[in-house]
């Protein structure tokens, strides 16, 4: 049965993240202090991995106060940069030496020592009720098979560590083949088949080009439920080096060509443009409640017909 292997973190979004064995969910679905803080210019834009690969150079270490403490104070974010070449990211500022701060914003907090290594002034935006998710309409957590991440890994012949790196998810399922997350987003409708009646007539008579993709899934994680919404688009940031920044040529066009080869037949991607796609956006019930590794996964079949 698939279950709960890996629950992510991403504190300050671009940064890196922490694993858990347990985490709060939000009543929006996403996991407490996901995503809770990000970066912006002093005009307002955000900063992120996308369009700033030197991002990828900064290594950071959390402690969110396990020990119950919940002063911002006692929020500790430990930052360094990696000796690893950066390509055709950008020069990266040398001699900057490692530090660890309050994640607060401010001259006490990292922001300082954060546009040293960028290069920028950046400024520190909290959010602490969802934090800053990619997709606004899909707040909750991110999830994804940890075969899914292993076959990728095997296209272009990387660790599943890195391939974990690149693509940043929050929830990884075991106990399930390649692609089962898609199978939530974007099932293949399944009998019963809509009636004659049931069609809307001013589709075409064509009962093959009539008949509507089915609706994404509701899903259980432990006691916690989830409504699959999509299945993820992807940004440049996967097709870079985790470390250096450095980025791999036609990383996107291979990635796609893959995906079509290993499309599930109990998946409908129709409503996808493009394949370029991996893991699923969640949305919660609003209820929220609390994750644990070897929590059950389970999809809610949709209310029958009959």
């Known amino acids: 049965m698939p279950s709960l292997e890996r629950i992510t973190i991403y504190p300050v979004k671009s940064l890196d993240g922490i694993d858990l064995e347990s985490s709060p969910v939000l009543p929006c679905g996403a996991l407490e202090h996901d995503r809770r803080w990000r970066l912006i210019d002093e005009d307002g834009r955000v ?5 700033t690969p030197l991002l990828h150079g900064i290594r950071a270490a959390f402690d969110l106060g396990s020990d119950g403490t919940t002063g ?19 020069h990266r500022r ?46 909750g957590a991110t999830l994804v098979a940890t ?21 940043r998810v929050n929830l990884e399922v075991g106990g399930c083949d390649p692609f089962w997350e898609d199978t939530l987003a974007s099932p293949a409708r399944q009998p019963p088949w809509p ?27 432990g006691a916690v439920r989830f409504a699959a919404v999509n299945v993820c688009r992807r940004c440049p940031v996967p097709s870079r080096d985790s470390s250096s920044g450095r980025p791999v040529e036609h990383f ?30 969640t949305l919660g019930d609003g209820r929220g409640g609390s994750l644990q590794l070897g929590d059950s996964v389970v999809a809610i079949p949709p209310p029958s017909r009959h």
């Open 47 to 51: 900063v992120n991995a996308k369009r």
């Open 147 to 167: 075969a899914s991440l292993a076959e990728v890994g095997r296209w272009f012949s990387l660790p599943l560590d890195e391939v974990r790196r690149r693509f």
């Open 252 to 281: 996107r066009e291979a990635f796609e060509s893959w995906r079509r080869r290993r499309l599930r037949q109990d998946v409908d991607p129709s409503a996808w443009g493009g394949l370029y796609r991996l893991a699923i956006n």
């Open 72 to 90: 911002p104070g006692k929020r500790i974010v430990a930052l360094s940069i990696t000796s690893a070449p950066v390509g055709s990211a950008g």
């Open 94 to 139: 040398e001699g900057l030496p490692p530090a660890a701060y309050p994640i607060i914003p401010g001259p006490a907090g990292p922001c300082d020592w954060l546009s040293e290594a960028l290069g920028q002034k950046v400024l520190l935006e909290e959010r602490p009720d969802g934090g800053f998710p990619d997709d606004r309409d899909s707040p």
């Open 195 to 221: 009636t004659i009646g049931e069609l809307d007539p001013a589709l075409p008579l064509d009962p093959y080009a009539a008949l509507p993709s089915p609706e994404p899934l509701a899903f259980m994680a």
